[in-house]
């Protein structure tokens, strides 16, 4: 089994997640912990770093969808970043794109975060 790590930082009001390695079936919870903590502390602004990230599976994929509902009803969103050719072609091939913003960089979807509240 591959690493998988997620780091936690804020930049400015937002929490970003950066993930590290394989996102698969022994790693998903490890992503749904993070997302619960974030979502329990009442911090809705998530951006997900996935520019370290090498591989996703469907467990993973599933718990994006898991919670981008709650985060959403909650005022919040989940945007994604920085992803690789690869990972990206898999989030596309869900359809992904049309229930996301998946966005070039974290500056981009601080960006996109302050356009949505105007």
């Given at each position: 089994m591959k690493n998988f790590k997620i780091n936690h930082k804020?930049?400015?009001t937002y929490?970003?997640?950066e993930l590290f390695g394989e996102l698969?079936?022994?790693t998903a919870s490890q992503l749904e912990d993070s997302l619960k903590k974030l979502i329990d502390q009442d911090k809705h602004h998530i951006i997900v770093n996935c520019e370290e990230l090498d591989y996703?599976?469907?467990a993973?994929?599933?718990v994006f969808m898991a919670y981008i509902e709650d985060v959403r009803?909650?005022?919040g969103d989940i945007k994604l970043t920085n992803m690789n050719p690869?990972?990206?072609n898999v989030f596309d091939l869900l359809g992904f794109p049309s229930l996301?913003?998946?966005l070039d960089n974290e500056k981009k979807a601080i960006e996109q975060f302050e356009n949505d509240e105007a």
């Amino acid at each position: 089994m591959k690493n998988f790590k997620i780091n936690h930082k804020e930049v400015q009001t937002y929490d970003v997640l950066e993930l590290f390695g394989e996102l698969d079936a022994h790693t998903a919870s490890q992503l749904e912990d993070s997302l619960k903590k974030l979502i329990d502390q009442d911090k809705h602004h998530i951006i997900v770093n996935c520019e370290e990230l090498d591989y996703i599976a469907s467990a993973g994929l599933g718990v994006f969808m898991a919670y981008i509902e709650d985060v959403r009803s909650l005022g919040g969103d989940i945007k994604l970043t920085n992803m690789n050719p690869k990972v990206y072609n898999v989030f596309d091939l869900l359809g992904f794109p049309s229930l996301y913003d998946i966005l070039d960089n974290e500056k981009k979807a601080i960006e996109q975060f302050e356009n949505d509240e105007a």
